[in-house]
């Protein structure tokens, strides 16, 4: 089964090794038709402490690294642009 990458916001980077990334979805609500934004925070493992807050980021599924953590940051997006 394939891991999934999801791109997102780091919003917090106070732990050692771990920031907190804000990842939003949009759909069409199906009865209203209206585009709905929904958000969620996923903990993701950051081995050398690089990404600060407002960074760009894409994380991908992986192993439990703690209670928390199932997510590993892969690249930052404006790394992947180019």
Not at 1 to 14: A, E, H, Y
Not at 29 to 47: I, M, N, S
Not at 54 to 67: L, N
Not at 71 to 82: D, K, R
């Amino acid at each position: 089964m394939p891991k999934r990458i999801l791109n997102g916001t780091v919003v917090s980077d106070q732990n050692s090794q771990t920031v907190t990334v804000l990842v939003e979805r949009r759909f069409k609500h199906p009865l209203l038709q209206k585009t709905v934004r929904r958000t969620k925070k996923y903990r993701a493992h950051d081995e050398q402490d690089q990404f600060k807050v407002g960074d760009k980021v894409r994380i991908q599924e992986c192993a439990p690294k703690s209670k928390t953590k199932r997510w590993e940051i892969l690249t930052s997006e404006a790394a992947a642009a180019e």
